[in-house]
Structure formats: structure tokens, C-alpha cells
DNA sequence: CGCATACTTGAGCGAAATCAAGGCCTGTGG
DNA sequence: CCACAGGCCTTGATTTCGCTCAAGTATGCG
């Protein structure tokens, strides 16, 4: 029998962290790995539609309108999707990490942007092999159906925050679920890293970089959060800041 | 061999209307059958896990929080799906018509809530039982991931109108949307029928209901629509229409 | 006919956008 | 080592788009 170890010398694709990872409840999809059980063709079967690839900080690797030839996993670093309009407003749709997929929500032709905002580590896949995938792996097409649903709940969320929500309750509410992901999927409470910049943050809550940082400093000033010399923060009243996010009593 | 009508006849669900519709490309899923060839021991399984059921205009048939034992699918009339916040605020995530799913983007507890704005007739199929759904038709699941992607696609573009657009272009854009529906799903494409009140329209468009009121006034003026009498609407310029939409060039 | 519901329009207000200035950190070159 | 440029962020002043409050119109129903 052969150790995880082995099998990952034997493929391109680094095994040891997850190609297909599974859905972690609570935090999404992330670093479960669903490839403890495969024999050697179906490896051999992967490295011929799965590649890994490195994504340098500040490049693209999908561009909306673009045919959407590949489906993606991100196994390390973070990168932005994005949608804009002609003049250049930009909204922000999500931010992925280590276990995510790109491309679900995607036709013919990507509908949406992907930049690394860090060096990206990814497994690419071709788009046109996964009907081969899913029947040769099952369990990953159902997978894959639980992650579409998780992203719909979460799309739904987001739509509630951008249409119905103040400039502070947005902030708390990306706040309070990013301290939330970390917690579940790493571990450190204290000091939490942000990765995007405030203009990521402007895009993504429907707000303008002026926006997001005098709602920091509202937070601040009301002791819930505290903001670290480089920008990164610290929630001091992680209860208080849910209730802001909720909208709450 | 059956005839369509008589296996409808066997079953209490009415095969003649779409149980599990197709996606019908660029209008998402509506009305293409999947169940050309069922046998009957297949009909049975499906009456089993599966029934028809009417719901009344002003009636919620999922409520957000409660236990999500069904998942539906619309055989006729409209319904919106909306998320609420403690103090009131609404955000409508989406209309649902005949063909459409509703609870794919569910946990364990209903994300959302779903109320018939007209009489709504579906098929309510017990979540529990949808593994076995799943493996006796696999076409369902894919499907249903097929579905689930174009409402991402759907969702994303919903962000970058409540994030970045303004009140006219939110209109434009719903307007535009809603007519491609209509003129792809049944045909007419002079009087365009308006299901949803102007309030259900607000909450959609992360609006008041006087700015839906002033922008559709806005539009008149300028000559890209008409408003009829009974508060329905006409679409006159279609593509400057679209242009308004688009923030076009 | 009277009332309720839904929609439209106007006036004034306010939260966030825009415009503008200044601080802090990093890297680069003298 | 310091000087300076360029990001990135924060804060202040002013403007604006959409919200709130208010009044009035139209339609449908008992």
C-alpha cells in the first residue's frame, strides 16, 4: 500500500495538499483531501487533465469574455474574482484561498476575472475532461454540487450586505466572516491577516476606499475592532461585531 | 411504449410540466422535460419522494431558518426568495418561474424564504431522498450542477448591479433581463407583464420604492420604454436599453 | 360610494461619494 | 546615512444621489 507521500512523488500534481478537497462545514471548501483512496491509473488519469501551476502576485489567470478553457483549484495564496463595467467601476465577487475552485460559475465563456493578490499556487484543470472526471470520480461531481451550493448561499449573503446594509454593517459583516474562516481553517484568533487592500475591500462591499477606512476607524473608535500598525486587524469584541454585522436587537 | 399522457396520468405528479427541466441555454432552466424515458418502476420511485402541491399568492412555502426537509421545483406562477434583516431591511435575491429550482442553496436550514406572488403550483421533493434521486438518475445531478452554475453566474452579475450601479442602470438592467426571459421562454414581446410590485422591485434592486418609481418615470422621458396602464411596461428602445444597462460606450 | 392598496411626484435631508490634503512605510539612489 | 518618490492609507470639506417624509392620483373591491 502506498503512502500519501509516495503517490504525491509519482504525479505532477502535489497530493499532499488537496486537488479536490472537500467541503469543510462552516468555512467552505477547503484542505480535505478526497485522494486517499486511488490507485495508479486514476493518478496517471489526473496528470493527463490536471496541471499545477504557479500565478505571480498581481497577475490574471482568467479574464472575463475570455473561452473558459480551464476550471481551477487554489492550493496556496489568495486571488480576487472580479466583474467590471466599461467606464471602470469594478465589484469584487469573492476572495479564494488554499481549497477553493474557480470556474463553477462559468459558460462558454468566463464571466468574470481571477487575480492573484498573492502568489497563487493552482491545479488547472481542462474543462472539457471533467465529464470524464465525474464519471471516473463520482463522489467529486457530488462534491462539486455541495461546493456550487455552499457558493450560492454565500452569493445570497453577499447580495443581502450590498443592497440592504450601511457602510459600517458591511464592514463588520467581512470582518466577522473573515476572522471566522481563519479561525476554522488555521487557527490564530489574535491578529488577522489581510491579505487584499483597501480598494479590494471598496470593491468587494459596494464602497469606495474613503468608505472602508473611516467605517475602520468607527470600528475602532467604538473598541470592537483594533487595526495593526500594517493594516491588518484584530477583533477585540468579536460578539459586538457580529451584532453590528446582523444589524442586531 | 407509454404515451407522455398516459404515464402523467399514472403519476400524482403531472409529467406534462417540467419535474426536472433542462437548462435551456441563455434562459437558464425552464421547461425542457428529462423525463422522456422513464419506466414505470422509475414513475413509482419518483411519486414516492416526490408530489405536487399549490401555493397561494401571499403564502411562504420555505421560511429562512427552518428545518429544509424540501426542495422545489416551479411548475407554474412566480415566486420571490428573499433574506431579512432583524430590523426590517429586505433584500429579494431572486424571482423563480416555471422550470426554476428553489433550494438549491441550502443547509441544513433554509438560507432564504419563498413566497408565492401569484398562485404557484410545483413538484416538493424530500431532501432526504435526494441521494437516492441522485443514483437512480445521474443526468439529474448533473443537471443540477449545471443549474447551480448558471445561478452563480446570475448571482455575480447580481452583486456588480447592487455594488456598482446606479438607480436608472439598475432598472435598465432588470428590465433587460426580465424582456430576454420573456421573449426567449414564451414569445410576446410587445407588453412585457410586471408579476412583482414596485415594492418587490426595491427590494430586488437594493432600492426605495420611489427611486424604482422615479427611474421607470426617468426612462419613460426619455423615450426607452412606456409604462402601461396597469403598471406594466413595454420595452421601446431595446437597445438603448441594453446600452443603460451596460453603462454602456 | 368609501376605503384600501399600489403607484407617482415633490421637498428636504443624510449617508456615502468625490475632491483634496497630509501621514506613514518601503525602496532606491545619491 | 539621508533625501526623495511612490504606494497605500487616513482624515477633512464639500457635493450628490438616493432616502425619508409628505401629498396626491389611480385602481380595485366590498
Redesign the interface.
Known amino acids: 500500500m502506498l503512502e500519501q507521500r509516495d503517490r504525491a512523488h509519482r504525479s505532477p500534481i502535489n497530493l499532499s495538499e488537496a486537488i479536490i478537497p472537500g467541503l469543510c462545514a462552516g468555512c467552505g471548501a477547503r484542505h480535505i483531501g478526497l485522494c486517499d483512496a486511488l490507485a495508479d491509473e486514476d493518478l496517471h488519469f489526473l496528470a493527463s487533465v490536471a496541471r499545477q501551476t504557479t500565478v505571480a502576485r498581481g497577475h490574471s489567470f482568467a479574464i472575463e469574455g475570455d473561452s473558459a478553457r480551464y476550471f481551477f483549484n487554489i492550493n496556496a495564496g489568495t486571488a480576487r474574482?472580479h466583474?467590471d463595467?466599461?467606464?471602470g467601476?469594478?465589484?469584487i465577487?469573492g476572495f479564494v484561498g488554499p481549497g477553493d475552485f474557480v470556474g463553477?460559475?462559468?459558460?462558454d465563456r468566463y464571466?468574470?476575472s481571477a487575480e492573484a493578490i498573492e502568489d497563487v499556487r493552482l491545479c488547472r484543470f481542462d474543462r472539457t475532461e471533467l465529464r470524464g472526471v465525474?464519471s471516473r470520480f463520482?463522489a467529486i461531481?457530488?462534491r462539486?454540487?455541495d461546493v456550487?451550493?455552499?457558493?450560492?448561499?454565500v452569493?445570497?449573503?453577499?447580495?443581502?450586505l450590498?443592497?440592504?446594509?450601511s457602510a459600517i454593517e458591511r464592514l463588520a459583516s467581512f470582518i466577522d466572516g473573515w476572522s471566522r474562516r481563519a479561525i476554522l481553517c488555521g487557527g490564530g484568533t489574535d491578529s488577522l491577516r489581510l491579505p487584499m487592500t483597501r480598494t479590494d475591500l471598496a470593491?468587494y462591499?459596494?464602497l469606495t476606499i474613503e468608505t472602508v477606512s473611516r467605517a475602520l476607524s468607527a470600528l475602532r473608535k467604538q473598541g470592537v475592532i483594533e487595526v495593526t500598525p500594517d493594516h491588518n486587524i484584530s477583533v477585540v469584541r468579536p460578539h459586538a461585531l457580529h451584532d453590528i454585522a446582523?444589524?442586531?436587537?
Open positions: 474574482l466583474k463595467l466599461p467606464d467601476r469594478r465589484q465577487t463553477l460559475a462559468a459558460d464571466t468574470f465525474f463520482p461531481e457530488r462539486l454540487l456550487a451550493s455552499h457558493e450560492l448561499i452569493a445570497q449573503e453577499q447580495m443581502l450590498l443592497g440592504r446594509k470593491d462591499l459596494g446582523r444589524a442586531g436587537a
